[in-house]
């Protein structure tokens, strides 16, 4: 069993920046890619960014690159996405998750999941 909890949601101003985390905890995760995702009310559930646990690859959804840095501190078994010049419509609930094979940017690619964190930018 896995479990990952997620933190540093909260209210921004557009244009501000958050820092989420991500602890993971559980079984071995060695070798496990850990994503983040995001979903608005009313909206589906959208790829965010994903990063390698043992590697240095990483991967963003086009509307995030130049602006959101997704990094891992193996040691604290911890995931860290970095979110800069934030936006209103960056406004979602932001959930990480373990990767477990498939397409890093799809939903069905991964088997456990956080709770949540809350992101607010207001305009």
């Known amino acids: 069993q896995v479990q990952l909890e997620e933190s540093g949601g909260g209210l921004v101003q557009a244009g501000g920046s958050l820092r989420l985390f991500c602890v993971l905890s559980?079984?071995?995760?060695?070798?496990?890619?850990v994503g983040w995702f995001r979903q608005a009310p009313g909206k589906e559930r959208e790829f965010v960014a994903a990063?390698?646990?043992?590697?240095?690859?990483?991967y963003y959804a086009d509307f995030v690159k130049g602006r959101f840095t997704i990094s891992r501190d193996n040691a604290k078994n911890t995931v860290v996405l970095q979110m800069n010049s934030l936006k209103p419509e960056d406004t979602a609930v932001y959930y990480c998750?373990?990767?477990?094979?498939?397409?890093?940017?799809?939903?069905?690619?991964?088997?456990?999941w956080g709770q949540g964190t809350q992101v607010t930018v207001s305009s």
């Open positions: 998750a373990k990767h477990r094979g498939g397409s890093y940017s799809y939903r069905s690619s991964y088997d456990y």
């Open positions: 559980g079984r071995t995760l060695n070798q496990s890619t």
């Open positions: 990063t390698t646990w043992g590697g240095s690859a990483t």
